[in-house]
């Protein structure tokens, strides 16, 4: 049976990056789904934000900077989360850094352009799974770290959206509690009299 649009959509589940394994999406893959990630509302088309692919050698090659800066960051030192979160860093077979990279215009604000690149990262998990992988947004210390950010491609006034990991599950994702709509929803009508 093929899923809809309105079932994915209305069951999309989150598989942690820690059980995304191989096979995940080849180079050409890769490209198809930034295509698809990057059809975001963009105010004025200024595509404020940038892509960086890390490759799974790459990752690992590079993981022990990230867990030795983790170790410098933590108030735990190499016992701290911040050293394990960077050795998952490797794990997925490809992870995809969204920059937000804001431009100086005129009539759009800052925050309309962050709102797109947070939008990439949403469309990418959309993207990953249109094509059979799951996908995990995570953001992590090394987001908010100077110079973790700068050692993974952040440029001057860039930041990370978040770090899109993607593979094949290795287990099946779990359901969790969901936001009580009714509770968070308002009707907006003007007061009488105005």
């Not at 893959?29 to 934000?49: F, M, N, Q, Y």
């Not at 995570?138 to 770090?163: K, P, V």
Request: hydrophobic residues 40%; proline residues 7%.
């Amino acid at each position: 049976m093929t899923e809809t649009l309105k079932d994915y959509l209305s069951s999309r589940r989150t598989v942690p990056a820690a059980q995304l394994n191989e096979p995940g999406p080849d180079s050409d893959t890769v490209s198809e789904i930034l295509k698809i990630a990057a059809r975001v509302p963009d105010h004025g088309k200024l595509a404020p934000w940038r892509f960086i692919v890390y490759g799974k050698a790459d990752r690992v090659a590079s993981s022990g900077w990230l867990v030795s800066r983790g170790e410098q960051v933590s108030s735990h030192g190499a016992a701290g989360p911040e050293a394990e979160k960077a050795r998952r860093f490797a794990h997925a077979p490809v992870v995809i850094g969204v920059v937000s990279s804001p431009r100086d215009h005129p009539k759009i604000p800052l925050w309309e352009q962050q709102l797109s690149a947070a939008a990439v990262c949403l469309n990418l998990i959309h993207a990953a799974h249109a094509f059979g992988f799951s996908a995990q947004w995570l953001t992590d210390w090394f987001s908010y770290d100077a110079d973790a950010a700068a050692f993974l491609g952040a440029g001057n006034n860039e930041r990370f959206a978040g770090f899109v990991h993607i593979g094949t599950p290795s287990v099946s994702p779990t359901e969790r509690d969901r936001p009580d709509i009714a509770a968070i929803t308002t009707h907006w009508r003007p007061e009488k009299g105005s």
